[in-house]
Each structure stands twice: as structure tokens, then as C-alpha cells.
């Protein structure tokens, strides 16, 4: 029996879970019309579970470390489960068992991830696959899912790579992805890590004139304050509610941003600010910024993602400038500000500083997981998805969404995907913080008709 101990940045995911927050990346996939339930665990077994080891494996403690084992009692079916959509079986209803399905934690006696096959969706159906996070980041996943599909009906599809649909929140620190390289190569202490995750290529003939930089950023991310006291940092329930906006054409979302000297993610973004500003003013809870976690990807874009997969990924702090009425002077700071995080050295950083929280005690570990956690309110992601549409077990399918989990104490995540020419816009919350999200997701679609109008 194989055993893997599992890397650091892995374990700080699987130690992060708590009871009202399971540490579990969820996909769903839908379609309009039903699909042969056998030829889809067929794809997931020949496309997944036989090319990703981790699908056959569980995770074992052990004394300084967990590990992926084997399972010498993996049941394929044991991970699929087929749900009835009640009545009417409109989206309302998709979203209320969805939220249902992905608040319960998985079995850790088994590899952990599930699928769930729902029947019913209008004329079509759904697919809700749940992974945990100490597997693989979401952006990885995200790929992984992908390789379930096909351009055409009959084609086998590719190997899973990088080599995403466009430019996303996800690739925005391209350098940090040799940064990532030079950190593994250092197995020591954690500092060793998280300062050798500095030594990028680009970086070595300027590394004594960015000294002073790079320590000033680590500076201001343990210094940087706990984030505004709003109703989005509120005690968590552990129940989550999930929904998700209408498609929107992706062309006007890139005119919008074209005539503004903008770019895509500028636009999203000030579009999810628009509508965090919308929901705290409400809620007589509105400061200047509300900061977000944003992942962003360190993987080499052009290779196909590991066997091992795992998390390749590190953590930007984003300032949503939510106190600005004026839309599109929010915009014009949004792009600001995400300029600025495309210089940034905070990526390499925060990827030491996960490294850290997987080889760590655990009273190290808590205050660690509350450096993240107290310094922000929610997670946003942006995951580019294929440019055209892609089949599964014959069916062309109609839209995907991929939510990310909420480390500590957050209980909010965006999830921005694009998909055939058109940008989804999906939020996953606890019912402690925001009880409804649909709210968030009417005014994200209404701020970015306004920006394209």
C-alpha cells in the first residue's frame, strides 16, 4: 500500500477545518438536458480517478504529519450519490439543494471527495463534485473538472493543463510562479521557505536593491490590521447558501473595461464591490474598504497540472474601495489597486506563510489560519473557463461554477467563471454573515449592465 506524506501546503488545508467550515472546493455543472448516468462515472472513473491518485487515496494521521494512503476499501460507487430535484426544479430549487448538499463535512474514513447526480433541472440536469482542499486548490480542480469534457461529442479530450480560457484573478503574479519552484527546493525551517520563495530568476540581480521592499511587505502583512468591523464578520452558523447571477455576455464585459482603459477582472471586481458596498449600506455597516482574499495561480500556465495535484497556489490581500458612491470612480480605484497587486511581492510571501501553517503546532497554526482570516471578509475567485462550449457524455454543457472554501472565520466567497463567451457570477455564504445572497448577485448583474450600457 502507497503512502505520500502530504506537503505542507496541503496539510495547512486539511488542519483548517473546523466544524461550521469544511475546507471543501465545490463544483457544480449543468446542463439542459438529462444525462446517462453510467457514462458519466465512467468519465469520472477513466479521466479522474485513474490518472489523480489522490482519488483512491484517504488521509492517515500521523506523528508530525498527514498522509495520503491507499484505500484498500475504495468503493467507486461509495462516492456517488443520485438526487431527485424537487418540484418545480428550477434554478431557485437547484441552488436550495445545493446549499443543502455542501454544508456537511466529508467522510474522512475514504478518499474525500463526492458527486452528486441531480435529476430533474428543467429539462436538463446538474453535477455537484465535492473535494477536499487538502487534494487540490480550486484552480486546479477547476482544470480537473474540464478534463472530464470534450470540444466535440465523440473527441477524447486533452490532458488537463493550464492553459486557461483568458487572463483571471488566478494568473495576475505570473513571477511568483518561479518564485514557487526556487521555495520547494528548501525542505528546512519555514522562514527558509518563505524567504527563498522570494529568489525568482527575474529577481536575483535586484535582490540587495528590493531588500528593503521585499521586508517592508512582509512588514505590512503581519502589521496590516484586522479588517472592518461589518456584518460580514460576524459568528458563523455553519449552514451556506448558494446563488448565482444569469450569464452575462463576456464581449461586453471587455468593451466596458476597453473603453475605460480597464480590463476584464477590473470590471468583475469593481462589479462584486458594487455590490458588497450595496449590501453593507443596507445594513448601516459601510467603511472606506472591505479587503479580500483573492488566490492567484503559481503554477507554470503552459504545463498540464501534476498527477499529485495539491495546492500550487498563493494569497493576495485586495482593498475593495466599497466607500465610493460614484461607480465609476470605483472602477478607476479598483484598477489602481489592482495594478499595484500585479507588482506585488505578497504572493511568494503568503505562500511561505501557508507552508507554515501545515508544519506548525496547533496553537501556532490557529493564530496563523487567523492571519488570513482576520485580515479580510471574503474570498473572490476568478477561474477561466474554455472558450467554447464542451460536451460531457454527449450533452454540451450549459455553465459551470467553482467555489472555493473560507478559511477561520470568513463565511463568504465569490466565484467568477467564464465560460463560452460568457462570465457567471456565484456566491456561496453562511447564513450567520448573509442569510440571503441573492441581494449580492441582482446588483453584481445590475453594476455590470451599467458599466456595459
Not at 442569510?435 to 446588483?443: E, R, S, T
Request: net charge negative.
Amino acid at each position: 500500500m502507497s503512502s505520500h506524506t502530504m506537503p505542507a501546503a496541503d496539510a495547512a488545508w486539511l488542519r483548517m477545518e473546523s466544524p461550521a467550515n469544511p475546507m471543501v472546493v465545490n463544483a457544480v455543472i449543468w446542463f439542459d438536458e438529462p444525462l446517462d448516468w453510467q457514462r458519466v462515472k465512467d468519465a469520472y472513473e477513466r479521466r479522474i480517478v485513474d490518472r489523480y491518485p489522490r482519488f483512491r487515496q484517504r488521509v492517515a494521521d500521523r506523528l508530525r504529519r498527514p498522509a495520503f494512503v491507499d484505500d484498500p476499501d475504495f468503493d467507486l460507487e461509495r462516492h456517488f450519490h443520485r438526487v431527485a430535484l424537487p418540484a418545480p426544479g428550477d434554478r431557485q430549487v437547484l441552488q436550495e439543494l445545493i446549499s443543502d448538499l455542501i454544508t456537511p463535512p466529508l467522510d474522512c474514513a475514504h478518499p474525500l471527495w463526492q458527486v452528486h447526480l441531480i435529476e430533474g433541472y428543467g429539462e436538463g440536469c446538474a453535477i455537484l463534485t465535492r473535494v477536499h482542499h487538502c487534494v487540490a486548490d480550486g484552480i486546479a480542480l477547476a482544470q480537473v473538472m474540464m478534463s472530464l469534457t470534450e470540444q466535440e461529442q465523440e473527441q477524447e479530450p486533452e490532458p488537463p493543463s493550464n492553459g486557461g480560457g483568458g487572463a483571471a484573478l488566478g494568473s495576475l503574479v505570473r513571477p511568483a510562479a518561479g518564485a514557487l519552484t526556487a521555495a520547494r527546493r528548501i525542505p528546512g525551517a519555514v522562514v527558509q521557505e518563505g524567504m527563498e520563495s522570494l529568489a525568482h530568476p527575474e529577481h536575483l540581480a535586484r535582490l540587495a536593491e528590493t531588500a528593503v521592499q521585499d521586508a517592508g511587505t512582509l512588514a505590512k502583512l503581519v502589521t496590516r490590521p484586522a479588517d472592518a468591523r461589518t456584518v460580514l464578520k460576524r459568528p458563523l452558523h455553519g449552514t451556506r447558501r448558494v446563488v448565482w447571477s444569469r450569464p452575462f455576455p463576456l464581449e461586453r464585459v471587455k468593451a466596458a473595461g476597453r473603453r475605460r482603459e480597464a480590463t476584464i477582472n477590473d470590471v468583475l471586481v469593481a462589479g462584486v464591490t458594487g455590490a458588497l458596498r450595496s449590501y453593507l449600506q443596507r445594513h448601516d455597516s459601510l467603511p472606506e474598504d472591505v479587503h479580500v482574499v483573492v488566490p492567484f495561480n503559481l503554477r507554470p500556465l503552459q504545463e498540464p497540472v501534476s498527477r499529485e495535484l495539491g495546492n500550487e497556489f498563493a494569497l493576495l490581500l485586495l482593498g475593495l474601495p466599497v466607500g465610493i458612491e460614484d461607480r465609476e470612480e470605483r472602477l478607476r480605484e479598483v484598477k489602481m489597486r489592482m495594478d499595484a497587486v500585479k507588482h506585488s511581492h505578497e504572493g511568494p510571501i503568503s505562500f511561505g506563510l501557508l507552508s507554515a501553517i501545515g508544519m506548525t503546532p496547533a496553537q501556532v497554526e490557529a493564530r496563523l489560519i487567523g492571519f488570513f482570516t482576520d485580515k479580510a471578509s471574503a474570498v473572490v475567485t476568478n477561474v477561466p473557463g474554455p472558450r467554447e462550449t464542451v460536451h460531457l457524455a454527449g450533452a454540451p454543457v450549459r455553465g459551470v461554477l467553482v467555489w472555493a472554501p473560507c478559511s477561520g472565520s470568513l463565511g463568504l466567497t465569490v466565484s467568477i467563471f467564464s465560460y463560452a463567451g460568457e462570465v457567471t457570477a456565484g456566491f456561496m455564504s453562511d447564513i450567520g454573515l448573509v442569510p440571503d445572497p441573492q441581494p449580492l448577485v441582482d446588483v453584481f448583474h445590475r453594476e455590470l449592465r451599467a458599466y456595459a450600457a
